[in-house]
């Protein structure tokens, strides 16, 4: 009976890792429809009675300003280029904060962040954090930084509703993702922490605070070279 397990657990495995590793390579060159949150979301509007708000568009890093790759660099993961998936120092800075009761938002890299969006459902767990340092590790691999932004600007929320670079451009500021200003980018990276709450246009005091610390970090920022 116990080897019967064994022989079924370790065919469980064969075949998730198989398959695991095939969906990274084509998603290497393959554009990503839909990810599990924005079918999670659209579940809720659904379940809350309304319309489902779903607005998201695909286009090539290069018709993705680099002011946005910049500013999400500037805010979301500061050794994006240089870290190979995890950025260590920053994950050991936020515990700390959070053993002294303030949160640090900077654990997670951009790696981790699309790793998670990508192939995984949202919530916290063990299971959850082991299998996103499992896809890390892989489109960190596979991917390269250059797949890992574009997917990263082509998946995440930025709205209620709003996925993705073009989208939010068009969303926030009537405009293209390739014509976003220095000052528009940084609008978008500074809602992405809650970006159903926080407005990049018309915003908080709050946010726009965010947008000049994060302007001052991009400026900092040379050419970026995948």
Same mark, same amino acid.
């Given at each position: 009976m116990m080897k019967k397990i064994v022989r079924w657990i370790w065919k469980v495995? &064969?075949? %998730?890792?198989? &398959? !695991?590793?095939? @969906?990274?390579? *084509? %998603? +290497?060159?393959?554009?990503i429809p839909f990810t599990p949150l924005m079918v999670t979301r659209i579940i809720e509007f659904k379940l809350d009675g309304g319309d489902a708000i779903y607005s998201h568009k695909w286009v090539p890093l290069e018709e993705i300003s680099p002011n946005l790759q910049k500013a999400v660099i500037a805010s979301e993961d500061g050794n994006f280029l240089e870290h190979s998936g995890f950025d260590f120092k920053a994950m050991? +800075? #936020? /515990?700390?904060?959070?053993?002294?009761g303030?949160? &640090?938002?900077?654990? @997670?890299? $951009?790696?981790?962040?699309? #790793?998670? =969006?990508?192939?995984?459902?949202?919530?916290?767990? /063990?299971?959850? +954090?082991?299998?996103?340092? /499992?896809f890390t590790v892989l489109i960190e691999l596979i991917w390269g930084k250059k797949r890992i932004m574009e997917v990263y600007l082509n998946s995440i929320e930025m709205g209620n509703g709003v996925y993705g670079a073009q989208e939010a451009a068009r969303h926030w500021y009537s405009t293209t993702?390739?014509?976003?200003?220095?000052?528009?980018?940084?609008? $978008? #990276?500074?809602?992405?922490? =809650?970006?159903?709450? %926080? +407005?990049?246009? =018309? @915003?908080? !005091? /709050? *946010?726009n605070g965010r947008k000049d610390k994060i302007l001052r970090v991009m400026r900092h920022i040379g050419k970026i070279e995948y």
């Open positions: 495995l &064969l075949w %998730f890792f198989g &398959l !695991s590793i095939v @969906s990274v390579i *084509i %998603f +290497k060159w393959v554009p050991q +800075k #936020a /515990y700390k904060s959070n053993q002294k303030r949160k &640090l938002k900077g654990g @997670s890299t $951009i790696s981790q962040q699309t #790793a998670k =969006n990508v192939f995984l459902w949202q919530g916290r767990s /063990y299971v959850r +954090k082991g299998l996103e340092a /499992y993702a390739k014509d976003l200003t220095p000052r528009e980018a940084a609008g $978008i #990276a500074a809602i992405l922490p =809650n970006p159903r709450k %926080f +407005k990049a246009s =018309n @915003s908080s !005091s /709050y *946010i």
